[in-house]
C-alpha cells in the first residue's frame, strides 16, 4: 500500500478511501449512462455532412489529375471527386510514382483546385441530373404525413417510374449512378427526400427511426408518382434506403403497384449492421447493447422489426441486390441471407471492390449489364444496350 501523503491524517485517508468506494459504482454507472447516451445519439441523429478536406491534389492536366497516394486513390474504379464550389468524375489509375497517382480525370462543375484538398467518393453530393448526367429535371414537391418534401423528377417515356430512396447521411444524388442507366431504358425517375434531409421536415423527436417511420414518407413520394402519371412503380433504395424500401413492401398499401426492387448494400438487419460498426470501431459488446437499449427507448425502435430478413413473408416482387463483399457497413451474409429466404425473387450480385453503396464505382460496365439485363427480364423499359 502506498504511504498516505504527510500532511494526511490516517483517519481522514480512511474517509477519503471509503468515500471513493462508496462513490466508484455510481462513478462507473454514469460514465457507462453517459457512454450508452453518445453511441445512440450515434445511431439516431442526423451528422453532418462528409469533410470535402480528405485527399490532396497535387497537379491537374488535360484530361487527367494527380493526387496524393494512399489506399483510396489507388482504388480501381469510376469515383466522384468532390472539392468546395465543384466536383468531377476521376477513372482508371494511369501512374503511381512517389507521393502521388495520377488517374483519368474529367471536370463537371468548375475547376479542381491545385494545392488544396478534396473527397473522393461514390457520388459527389453536390450532384444533379443534369450537372452529373446531362438529364434535364425538375424539382418538385411531395406531401407527406410530415409537410412537403423536395424531389427531383427526371421525365421518361415510360409508365412506370422509379422511385430512389438514399441511404442514411447521404442526399438524393446517391441513386443518380442507377438513374443513368434506367433513364437510358426510357423509365422516368423521382428522386426522393425523407424526414430529417435538407429542406425536408424534421421528424418531431429530431432523430432517425432506421425506416420505421420514413418508409411513410417514401409511401407519399409513390403516391405523388401514382397521381402524376405512373401506372406502376420500381424502387430503389440505398443502405438505410433499402431498410425503408423493404419497410414499405411490408406495410403499405401501396405495395401492390411496385413491379419490382432494386437495392445496393441494404441495412436489411439493423442488429447486424450495427455489430459489424461496432467491432470495427472497437466498441465491446456491452456498450453497443447498452447504446442499442437506450436507442430504443429513446426513439421506440423495435429491433426485432428492424430484420427484414426475418420478416420477408409479404414480399412478392423481383428484387435485384447489388452487395460488395467489403462492405464495412451493412454486412454482405446479410444479402445473401435475404436472397435464400427469398431464392425466387432476389438477383444477388455480389461485387468485388469497393465499400458501402460502390457497385457502380467498382465496376460500371458489369453494373450496368447486369441492371440491363434484369430490366430485359422483368420487361422494364427498353433496351437501351
Known sequence: ???????????????????????????ATAIALAFAWHYSDLILRPGDPPSLCERRILG?????????????????????????????RVGPVLTSKGDGVA?????????????GCARLCGVARAATPLSMLGLSYESVAFTGPLGRYPAWFVPGLDSTWVVYAHGRGANRAEGLRTLGVLAARGLPGLL????????????????????????????????????HGARHVVLAGYSMGGQIVMQFMSRSRLAAHVRAVVLESPVLDWNATLALRARILRVPAPGRWLGQRTAAARAALDWDLLDRVAHVERVKTPILLFHGVDDTFAPEWVSEAFARKLPAQVTLIRVQGGDHVEA???DPVRYSSAMNSWCATHGLGRDAR
Open 360 to 362: 457502380w464505382n467498382a
Open 60 to 88: 491537374v492536366n488535360p484530361g487527367h489529375i494527380r493526387l496524393a497516394r494512399d489506399a483510396a486513390s489507388l482504388q480501381p474504379g469510376t469515383w466522384a471527386l468532390e472539392w468546395e464550389g465543384g466536383f468531377g
Open 103 to 115: 488517374r483519368e480525370f474529367r471536370p463537371e462543375v468548375g475547376e479542381p483546385p491545385v494545392g
Open 1 to 27: 500500500m502506498s504511504p498516505r501523503p504527510a500532511h494526511m491524517p490516517a483517519g481522514a485517508a480512511r474517509r477519503s478511501l471509503i468515500a471513493l468506494a462508496i462513490a466508484a459504482p455510481g462513478l
Open 192 to 227: 426522393v427526400t425523407y424526414r430529417n434531409d435538407p429542406g425536408a421536415p424534421g421528424s418531431p423527436d429530431g432523430y432517425y427511426h432506421l425506416g420505421l417511420t420514413e418508409w411513410e414518407d417514401l409511401e407519399a413520394a409513390v403516391r405523388f408518382a401514382l397521381a
